[in-house]
């Protein structure tokens, strides 16, 4: 089926380990971005492409990398995680002709 | 930097009661969008506004587009227990990049 995934889902972590977190989308939109929820904070965005092998960095980009080698897989992955990137990771594509953000169901990350 | 101010953070309203949060930008934006989270749930699309002073309803919901392009609302009448959830606006300065307020969350008493 047509859509946005991510994994996994949920994951424990330690810190200091190296996480990756998945995306992938089956529209072939251009753009993508990934962002964190945290309460009080609402979503603000870590890094975004607007298409293969172009990234941006967001708002918050520190701590966080990324690479878009095809255009339905964007990765993040975070090099050595701390306790403060404990929280909810939204991947999202762009419907450029509507201007629609579609968001994958969340993967929710714990650092301990 | 460019941000986007959301009041209030959250709402607590009686079953039948009207809901309006708010949306500021300190410039002009180029649209913004609305979204809904339901508890537990991924952010969902509403509506998009492009014009200086735009209004659309989709059933009991009311967005407005502010005359400068750098305020914007979204007015729930009549509130149901389905409308429970956190309400986001999300600002483009013309980048691409959807900058996100805080979100409003919306509890209904019933």
């Known amino acids: 089926d047509a859509g946005i995934t991510q994994s996994p889902r949920y994951k424990i972590t330690e810190t200091g380990r190296q996480v990756t977190l998945m995306c992938h989308q089956t529209?072939?939109?251009?753009?993508m971005f990934w962002y964190r929820q945290d309460l009080g904070h609402g979503l603000r965005l870590i890094y975004y492409s607007a298409a293969a092998d172009i990234t941006d960095k967001g708002e918050v980009p520190d701590g966080y990398v990324v690479s878009r080698s095809k255009t339905e897989n964007f990765p993040l992955t975070l090099e050595s995680a701390t306790r403060s990137q404990t929280s909810v990771y939204f991947c999202?594509?762009?419907?450029?002709?509507?201007?629609?953000?579609?968001f994958g169901e969340g993967s929710r990350l714990t650092v301990l | 930097g460019q941000q986007v101010m959301q009041i209030p953070q959250y709402q607590h309203v009686q079953e039948g009661e009207d809901f309006t949060t708010y949306c500021n930008s300190s410039t002009t934006l180029s649209n913004i969008q609305w979204y809904k989270q339901r508890p537990g749930g991924h952010p969902v699309f509403l509506i998009q506004l492009v014009k200086s002073g735009e209004v659309k309803k989709q059933k009991r919901l009311t967005f407005q587009f502010g005359e400068a392009k750098k305020n914007s609302s979204l007015h729930i009448t009549a509130t149901q227990t389905t409308d429970v959830g956190t309400y986001f606006c999300a600002g483009d300065f013309g980048n691409e990049k959807l900058t996100f307020g805080t979100g409003t969350r919306l509890t209904i008493i019933p």
């Open positions: 529209w072939s939109h251009s753009y």
């Open positions: 999202a594509s762009r419907n450029r002709a509507t201007g629609e953000l579609f």
